[in-house]
């Protein structure tokens, strides 16, 4: 029973470089979401998919974009890191209604060089 | 602009006592209320809700307290035990809007034996 997985789970690039984040989900969820939680900012949301095809920015969505691939995949692609762009990152998925709490991944830690 | 607020960075409480959280909003429109628990290297995990139809949800040792006209809601945890040592988001919705979840910054609760 993984639930949301995502992949990998430590990368370090240098700035500039380009890196695709993954993320999978094994619960039939509509909605997912991506996140960053730096020290002391808590969770800020990145992007969010609600359904399969679409995609709307968050509060932080500059210098990432998404990919809703199909119902179980949600991707956040870095096309080039910027040392602000150090932190950790979760993918969650939810049944897509807001009253339905959000399952997290185990986050993916990023550090740009 | 924060629109929810854990005012606390830290809270140390000794084991067997009660742990208060604490968190305040400043968005009208939030009628659902989320607490998540978060532990190193792991993902948040829910751990109890509550809606604006009601003013207190309890789920065994976890009670949620919600006061409406004070845009104010906490968490108590009784008795507090050493696995309750983490970080706690607290967490808010509006029902009837999209699927955003907006979250505060957290709050590290330390168990002392």
């Known amino acids: 029973n993984a639930g949301v997985t995502q992949t990998p789970k430590f990368q370090v690039l240098k700035t500039g470089q380009s890196m695709t984040l993954q993320c999978a989900q094994d619960?039939?969820?509509?909605?997912m979401y991506w996140y960053r939680q730096d020290p002391g900012m808590g969770l800020r949301l990145i992007y969010y998919?609600?359904?399969?095809?679409?995609?709307d920015k968050g509060e932080v969505p500059n210098g990432y974009n998404v990919s809703r691939l199909n119902k179980r995949e949600f991707s956040l692609r870095l096309e080039s890191a910027a040392p602000s762009q150090t932190s950790v990152y979760f993918c969650?998925?939810?049944?897509?209604?807001?009253?339905?709490?959000?399952?997290f991944g185990d986050g993916t830690r990023l550090s740009i060089l | 602009d924060q629109q929810v607020k854990q005012n606390s960075p830290s809270l140390s409480v000794q084991e067997g006592r009660i742990s208060i959280l604490n968190c305040d909003y400043t968005?009208?429109?939030?009628?659902?209320f989320l607490w998540y628990k978060k532990y190193p290297a792991e993902g948040p995990t829910f751990l109890i809700s509550i809606s604006s139809i009601k003013d207190k949800n309890e789920d065994g040792r976890f009670t949620v307290f919600l006061n409406k006209s004070a845009k104010h809601l906490s968490l108590h945890i009784v008795p507090s035990q050493p696995g309750d040592s983490a970080v706690y988001f607290c967490a808010a919705s509006a029902i009837r809007g999209d699927d955003k979840i907006i979250f505060g910054k957290g709050t590290r609760l330390h168990i002392l034996p």
């Open positions: 619960m039939n969820h509509n909605s």
């Open positions: 968005n009208s429109m939030f009628d659902y």
């Open positions: 969650a998925s939810s049944e897509g209604h807001s009253m339905q709490p959000q399952h």
């Open positions: 998919s609600a359904s399969e095809g679409t995609t």
